[in-house]
């Protein structure tokens, strides 16, 4: 079976990180599977991939918004014709995959994975009439949620036999292997929030709750990407240049998280957020906001707070550091929660859904 992935890029976030750490699994479980980009940026994460002997196509490099380019779509034609499967991710490579099959009349299946409970198309009435077209060339649409499945079968309207979920998943030994003992040393206090800087990861809160945590508390803030500038204005406004480092994008996760004392995401909402795994998995307590992709994964294992409310942040961090019982409680649940998301899992479902679709 010769698959081909096709995504928007390898900058960062989650889609991307999911492909960097499956593709490689499927190749071991004998999966032909290749990588086509809409652009081609040099990013740690497609060096990864290459390291790693995964074959990378690109339709175009440099600029990032050359990928809402509609034209591209002649670019994907040649493509349809070497593999068994699709596998697309992401606006606006959903888009431009469907229409290089409706053009070139190619017979080749394609399969999408909708990661976001909230984009712009939804809740529009011409969104919803070009997407119901668009979606309509897929054989099959897989939502990485219950939630997201619910959300998109209500905008699409179309036949239920089209959707599936099959969760998102994190290849667990990766973290697992790096667990310390959950103790804290109180003497210097380590928060970590591994994200892209983008409006809904909502950063912006999380360094404004640093303002009520105590002196021996520090931030660290993974990821880079439209917003970091402005939140690194805040963080010199507010007077925590000497308690929040940038640390841009790293490679480095569990190791970093295992160096941490607590993980945050402040999000707005999400689909499935694999940053929220992999927390949970290194043994670290989360505190995570009271939203969608996310409460439904932390509650009864992490702490939850309202969004946007920095005080309310402040003080579950703050429980978490005055009860070193909660924390170790809080830490074990949390690790016991990410046991649902293995990777692996999840490569052997849409193995089977590869099959499945091929031989209808």
Known sequence: MKVLQVNNSLY????EKLLVDSIPIYK???IDMELLLLTGIKTPFFELLEKQGVKIYALTKGNFRKIYNPFLCFRIIPYLK???IIHVHLFPALYWVALAKIISHSQTKLIFTEHSTNNRRIGNKTGQIFDKFIYNQYSSIVSITKEIDSIIKTHLALSSKKFKIINNGIDLTKFTESLRNNE???SKITIIQISSFQEPKDQPTLIRAMKYLPKNVFLLLVGDGETRSKCEQSVKELNLLQKVSFLGIRTDIPQLLKSSDIAVLSSRFEGLSLSCIEAMASGKPLVASDVPGLSEMVAGAGLLFPPGNEKALAEQINMLIANPDLYKKVSQACFERSKQY??????DKYIELYKEVINN
């Not at 293995?342 to 490569?347: A, E, L, R, T, Y």
Request: proline share 0%.
């Open 184 to 186: 804290m040393d109180k």
């Open 82 to 84: 070497k593999y068994d």
């Open 12 to 15: 960062i976030g989650g889609a």
């Open 28 to 30: 071991q479980k004998g």
């Open 342 to 347: 293995d990777i692996n899992v999840m490569v």
